[in-house]
DNA sequence: CGATTATCGATTGTCGACAATCGATTATTA
DNA sequence: TAATAATCGATTGTCGACAATCGATAATCG
């Protein structure tokens, strides 16, 4: 029988990553290979292979000889990281608009409500994950695996600058109506119009994120 | 002084980088680290990391505690790295046209004429060299860092998958006219016609190495 | 005193040894 | 004999030791 339970290295990763991702390792923070092999209860070698895992996804730095850190927030960086979801999140919209079946419909339809009971809801926490699971959603849907790889990391980074944004500035945006066009545009099965209703969120969220930012920055200046 | 010489796993990772996407090692052949240790003269863990990182380039595929082997060649393969390719690049034609100045101009043209004399030209690898050239530099001149890391590693399956088809049944396309609509759009500072000239540029390279590909396996059945 | 060089502690880079797991082959047994 | 279990070689997974490098500080020298 074949086991297939992760790997101390897979693990590391995964532990290192929600750390990350809910903002419990800081922006910037500097991560020590030793350090990090005595908490988790692993080897150096295995830390160093995960954090080299995190590095591919973008969340840590490495500069040789001279040690790891988590990344830092920055506008460009907010800009980078939404425009980039914006282009693969587009594509994935389109092709599920171009596939829509039963299957799809289901999957659309069960996340947006998800989104619309959070909405209503009082949950912050839950209002992050529904976003975060609506998006995701649409990846998966798409039927592209290396798409669905790519977007993995990517929509890691967003969950950390989301939740980021989140805790510093909590917003209260609309997650129904600024959702529904994507939807709408998908269920009517038109690829171009749900290409651009992704972008046009795309632009909406990071609006409302370099605000968010902006705002603190000037209150830690 | 700072010495910024390579690591051995980061050299150890851009050999094995460049016999795949050369075809020197084969779709689907196995990599065992050992083998691969010995071969490159250097200790089993090095090798391990840089296949740890052609892994995250989605060059190679892991089994646990099985084995490495290159990824294999097949149609959903190159359908999934040109769409992927066309939103990348889809997303940084925009950029670039919107932001033209004398650098971009300088650079796009630059690569739009190597293109062109490489077609003139017999030398087959040039015209390769050429073409990948001309869509990394679109890329690289869109002043976006994560997006330019993300398709780094695309664009070497791009280069594993053409030299692959070409190598089996060169191709006779014309590289000028298939390329201009794209330096014309963002030359007249048109992005959203910029992005749709490279999506459809993409398709038409898709087709074509699916037409080649379908006729090698034709032949080899 | 200012600039260059040597030293030192801390951290990463590399390696080989040992343990865990896999897949195939052989042995066992109803 | 066919199905199941034990064995074995090959390969990956994990770890700790040692070497290389970095940045800061102290020492040297004009």
């Known amino acids: ?123 912050g926490a839950e209002r992050v994950d529904a976003d975060l699971n609506f998006h995701r959603t649409i990846v998966n849907l798409a039927g592209h695996a290396s798409l669905t790889r790519q977007y993995f990391g990517l929509s890691n980074k967003v969950e950390w600058l989301y939740r980021w944004s989140e805790t510093h500035w909590p917003s209260r945006i609309d997650l129904t109506s600024w959702h529904r066009p994507i939807v709408e545009a998908i269920l009517a099965r038109d690829p171009f119009a749900a290409e651009r209703a992704v972008q046009v969120h795309g632009e909406a969220s990071l609006a409302d994120d370099l605000r968010d930012f902006s705002e603190l920055r000037r209150q830690s200046a």
């Open 1 to 123: 029988m074949k086991i297939d339970k992760l790997s101390f290295v897979d693990r590391a990763a995964a532990q290192l990553r929600n750390e990350i991702v809910h903002g419990r390792l800081l922006p910037a923070e500097r991560l020590t290979e030793i350090v990090l092999s005595e908490r988790l209860g692993t080897g150096r070698g295995t830390v160093r292979a995960a954090l080299s895992i995190l590095e591919s996804e973008d969340l840590i730095v490495r500069q040789p000889y001279s040690g790891w850190s988590v990344r830092d927030v920055s506008e460009k960086e907010l800009w980078e990281t939404y425009t980039l979801r914006g282009a693969l999140e587009g594509l994935a919209a389109r092709l599920v608009a171009a596939a829509v079946d039963e299957t799809i419909e289901a999957g659309i339809t069960a996340a947006f409500e998800r989104l619309q009971s959070a909405q209503s809801g009082k949950d």
